[in-house]
């Protein structure tokens, strides 16, 4: 079983950027799919970003494509979610769970708030 902490968040002007990273521990880390989502306060859970096992596959909700980078160090049982030019909508609790897909992601952690002004 895998076990997630979040970290990164915080509070950040709109355009500015932030990395939130995801410790997993457990053995099968290197070997699970893994992503993030977000949800905002009234809000349904939303995708945000997910990876395959082995790095080589990644895919994006629309609203974060081009701003948003997911990567993993297996090495270091580490997710990480790169966010540039963020905008006031992107303010919500982030979310790394297993997974590649919402619907079928698991595990996920406490979550780390990230607040965006404008």
């Known amino acids: 079983q895998v076990q997630l902490v979040e970290s990164g968040g915080g509070l950040v002007q709109a355009g500015g950027s932030l990395r939130l990273s995801c410790a997993a521990s457990?053995?099968?880390?290197?070997?699970?799919?893994m992503g993030w989502f977000r949800q905002a306060p009234g809000k349904e859970r939303e995708f945000v970003a997910a990876?395959?096992?082995?790095?080589?596959?990644?895919s994006y909700a629309d609203s974060v494509k081009g701003r948003f980078t997911i990567s993993r160090d297996n090495t270091k049982n580490t997710l990480y979610l790169q966010m540039n030019s963020l905008k006031p909508e992107d303010t919500a609790v982030y979310y790394c769970?297993?997974?590649?897909?919402?619907?079928?992601?698991?595990?996920w952690g406490q979550g780390t708030q990230v607040t965006v002004s404008s």
């Open positions: 990876i395959r096992w082995s790095g080589s596959i990644t």
């Open positions: 769970a297993r997974g590649f897909r919402l619907a079928t992601m698991t595990s």
């Open positions: 457990g053995r099968t880390f290197g070997i699970s799919d």
